[in-house]
């Protein structure tokens, strides 16, 4: 059964609400997975990559933006786990902060898609200040300093422009059907 938020006019982009028990949900995420394994890497070449462009999030957006909370939260939570375990980035005593804020985002936007049933701009980068926004108080409430808690905000502005922008552009371009 293909459980469609919105019944989209020609051109427009059709967003979905996929269910635990379709196997194209674990598809989805596991290809979503492996985007946000890649993305690390490739950043994590240059110096705080990671921190600057927070690549782990990009594709749990998508994911979760174009294919329902569920495909968002597979991704979220494998993601990092596998990060970690394969590459030792991010650090252990780093998940639990990067997994709060990866089913933030996996929540947001799932949520945002379905309120909203289109693609806009706005609407990312609301869910992306939304995620970041929560996140960042839950990573100061698990005991690390302000200063460490904000450091998305001290460093990782061009990267959430990255979700913002790019997110809308893979959504609305590369992903229309």
């Known amino acids: 059964m293909e459980n469609t938020i919105q019944t989209a006019p020609a051109g427009a982009v059709r967003l979905y609400a996929w269910r635990y028990g379709e196997w194209k949900t674990y598809l989805a995420a596991a290809l979503f997975v492996v985007g946000n394994i890649a993305g690390p890497q490739l950043c ?7 921190p600057t462009w927070l690549p782990i999030y990009f594709f749990t957006l998508i994911g979760a933006y174009k294919y329902g909370w569920r495909v968002g939260l597979l991704t979220a939570l494998a993601s990092p786990l596998v990060n970690a375990l394969w590459f030792g980035m991010p650090a252990v005593a780093a998940l639990p902060a990067i997994l709060l804020k990866s089913v933030l985002l996996a929540v947001a936007a799932g949520w945002a898609a379905q309120r909203f049933g289109r693609v806009r701009l ?10 970041q926004t929560l996140g960042t108080l ?3 409430a698990m005991g690390d300093t302000f200063y460490e808690a904000v450091q998305d905000f001290r460093l990782g502005l061009p990267g959430m422009l990255v979700q913002v922008v790019g997110g809308y552009l893979v959504i609305r371009f590369l992903l229309k059907k």
């Open 122 to 131: 706005w609407i990312l980068a609301a869910v992306v200040l939304a995620y």
């Open 44 to 50: 994590h070449l240059a110096h705080l990559g990671g």
């Open 138 to 140: 839950g990573e100061w």
